[in-house]
């Protein structure tokens, strides 16, 4: 038998060292990563818009609370001698509906507002409604008034009042004073007064 000459295997031997095997091929080249893109300058425009937005930020907040928790007045007969029990705390949530503001630094506004309160000596229930005005200058200093009417389970009528305030377009800080003109029971009341110059329906529509 005759067996196989050398130069038949050359064939498959070069075969061999001409094909590499699978596990040899080239692996694929990782992608480069992209380029960082730099921030850009940090102006002081940009500064300002920033605190700007914190600010109405704030502002929001503390106007989504000063309506959630009721304001405090004191609350005194007109006439000093009358003995009538209406000397009492004034708990009272006014919730200013629209309004509009004008100017910048020198600026001013009015608000329709609803008022729920509720006196403690007698107890009672009552509803207001009126509208505010305020003005405040550029240096910061300002006013408001106030007027309308009211209806409650210790009678009706009408009521006027304002005082000195601090603040800007943003909000104010008042002292305010009420005269309440009901029949039989005149009275007077006063109260710190913090409001942002928010409205429900700027609350509301974000």
């Known amino acids: 038998m005759r067996s196989p000459s050398l130069s038949s295997s050359v064939p498959f031997s070069l075969a061999l060292l001409l094909s590499p095997p699978a596990f040899a091929s080239a692996p694929e080249p990782a ?3 992209e380029p960082a893109v730099p921030a850009p300058p940090l102006t002081e425009a940009a500064v300002w818009r920033d605190y700007g937005r914190s600010m109405r930020r704030l502002s929001r907040i503390i106007a989504w609370t000063e309506i959630a928790f009721p304001d405090l007045r004191l609350e005194v007969p007109v006439h000093g001698g009358d003995t009538d029990g209406i000397d009492a705390l004034v708990f009272s949530w006014p919730v200013h509906l629209v309004g509009i503001t004008t100017g910048r630094k020198d600026s001013a506004g009015a608000s329709f507002f609803v008022e729920p309160a509720f006196p ?3 107890f009672a229930a009552r509803g207001l409604g009126g509208v505010r005005v305020w003005g405040a200058s550029r240096i910061g200093l300002a006013f408001v008034l106030e007027g309308g009417g009211l209806a409650g389970t210790d009678g009706h009528g009408a009521f006027a009042g304002g005082g000195p305030a601090i603040g800007d377009r943003t909000g104010l800080i008042a002292f305010v004073v009420r005269r309440y003109f ?6 007077w009341d006063f109260a710190i007064d913090i409001r942002p110059n928010w409205t429900l ?6």
């Open 31 to 33: 992608p480069l990563p």
């Open 120 to 122: 403690t000596n007698p």
């Open 182 to 187: 009901v029949f039989g029971a005149d009275r």
């Open 201 to 206: 329906a700027d609350l509301l529509g974000g």
